[in-house]
């Protein structure tokens, strides 16, 4: 639904969108290209996931409404109540960790 929200509805200049397990940064791409007038962040834990939406990103040429983090989605850098939506394809243990990681790392995450 989230996702719907960002690609979809016309979101007011300002805005500020987080994908907090952005990965290769696919929703955050199409987030930007589509609501240029909105803020994104993209974090992941996984360095070569940055590297990959980075990537991603400046071959959409959307660098300018972007900002991609480094950071465990259990301690993310923002202050509480600055982001305004998040989007997020949540990892289910198959392609990154396992499901057993996943159950436990949910709860902490929506905590966050």
Do not use: H
Not at 17 to 39: F, K, R, S, W, Y
Not at 79 to 95: A, H, Q, R, Y
């Amino acid at each position: 639904m989230l996702c719907y929200v960002a690609l979809y509805w016309e979101l007011p200049e300002g805005y500020v969108l987080l994908d907090p397990m952005c990965g290769a940064g696919t929703l955050i791409t199409e987030a930007a290209v589509n609501c240029p007038n909105v803020m994104i962040f993209g974090v992941d834990i996984d360095i070569s996931q940055l590297e990959r939406a980075s990537e991603n990103v400046e071959g959409a040429n959307c660098n300018s409404n972007v900002e991609l983090f480094r950071a465990d989605i259990t301690k993310l850098p923002f202050k509480n109540e600055s982001v305004n939506g998040i989007i997020c394809d949540l990892p289910f243990g198959n392609k990154f960790g396992t499901p057993e990681e996943v159950k436990k790392l949910f709860p902490l995450a929506i905590e966050e």
